[in-house]
């Protein structure tokens, strides 16, 4: 790992050193622009709507037991 680092390190001097020396010029030939992309994209349509229907609901009663008191036995 280290020796990656050093190869890089080196080539990254011997470019320094080449554009100090005017060996290599870089110039900008058109500005640059930054711009986000543009997408366009087909999808599936989805309606939701209300329909009224009747429902038929169990009717459910419930009865709390008297007060009969169970013999003792």
């Known amino acids: 790992m280290r020796a990656l680092l050093v190869i890089i ?3 990254v001097l011997v ?3 080449a554009m100090a020396f005017g060996f290599i010029n870089i110039d900008q030939t ?3 622009v930054v711009q986000a992309p ?3 994209a087909s999808v599936g349509r989805v309606d939701v709507g209300m329909e009224n ?3 038929a609901v169990p ?3 419930v ?3 008297g ?3 169970t013999p003792a036995q």
Request: net charge positive.
């Open 9 to 11: 390190g080196l080539a």
């Open 59 to 61: 009717k459910i009663s």
């Open 38 to 40: 543009k997408f366009e």
């Open 15 to 17: 470019l320094l050193a």
């Open 63 to 65: 009865e709390k037991p």
């Open 53 to 55: 229907k009747t429902v």
């Open 67 to 69: 007060n009969t008191a």
């Open 30 to 32: 058109r500005p640059g």
